[in-house]
Nanobody, 127 residues
């Protein structure tokens, strides 16, 4: 099993930056893909970004809505993944959750593709 903890959310003005972190304990974190999904009020959860297992070269994927603004990375500590969010927009306001698993190719945006979840962290972007 893997236990996850997301942190780093908060309130920021539009065009500002935040970095959220996902810290894991338990099984070999580096062997799994790590995803960030978000859920805005009244909306369905959506995939934001995903980083592949270290053994697969840590391939990085992004939703079109955040491409060029968000960067996902694995930390120097093997059990941490970061999501650096720049040029934030009010529509980025959501609860951001990190998740771990081995999603089927092309299905990383789907909630059902992931196995382990942590509590989310709220990101609020004001205009």
């Amino acid at each position: 099993d893997v236990q996850l903890q997301a942190s780093g959310g908060g309130e920021v003005q539009a065009w500002g930056s935040l970095r959220v972190s996902c810290t894991a304990s338990g099984d070999r974190f580096a062997d799994y893909a790590v995803g960030w999904l978000r859920q805005a009020p009244g909306k369905q959860r959506e995939g934001v970004s995903c980083i592949g297992a270290a053994s697969n070269g840590s391939t990085k994927l992004y939703a079109d809505s955040v491409k060029g603004r968000f960067t996902i990375s694995r930390g120097n500590a093997a059990n941490t993944v970061y999501l650096q969010m720049n040029s934030l927009k009010p529509e980025d306001t959501a609860v951001y959750s990190c998740t771990v698993g081995r999603p089927p190719f092309g299905l990383w945006r789907e909630t059902a593709s992931w196995n382990y979840w942590g509590q989310g962290t709220l990101v609020t972007v004001s205009s």
